[in-house]
């Protein structure tokens, strides 16, 4: 199982980026999948995540910020980041959860400043 995450760098406050998470070795359809971040010093937390059905949930944070999504004939999960603040800096990593299993990505970083 590989998840690729991909699309991080250095924004601006206030500027966006998207990320991607390109899912390979699992059937992505039944996926419940979704992105977490880590902080220096801070633990890992959850960012939003979207099931199977299309369902999605975001920190309260990110709300009305970001938004997850998925493309499931490219197997591939995305979160679009717009008004991007200081304290977005993280890397962030993608999730997968299959029924009982669970699998993480590499992650991407992340990082806010002017």
């Known amino acids: 199982v590989q998840l690729q995450a991909s699309g991080g760098g250095l924004v601006q406050p206030g500027g966006s980026l998207r990320l991607s998470c390109a899912a390979s070795?699992?059937?992505?359809?039944?996926?419940?999948m979704g992105w977490y971040r880590q902080a220096p010093g801070k633990q890992r937390e959850l960012v939003a995540t979207i099931t199977t059905r299309g369902t999605t949930n975001y920190a309260d944070s990110v709300k009305g910020r970001f938004t997850i999504s998925r493309d499931n004939a490219k197997n591939t999960v995305y979160l679009q980041m717009n008004s991007l603040k200081p304290e977005d800096t993280a890397n962030y990593y993608c999730?997968?959860?299959?029924?009982?299993?669970?699998?993480w990505g590499q992650g991407t970083q992340v990082t806010v400043s002017s």
């Open positions: 070795g699992i059937i992505f359809s039944i996926a419940d």
């Open positions: 999730n997968a959860i299959i029924v009982k299993y669970e699998f």
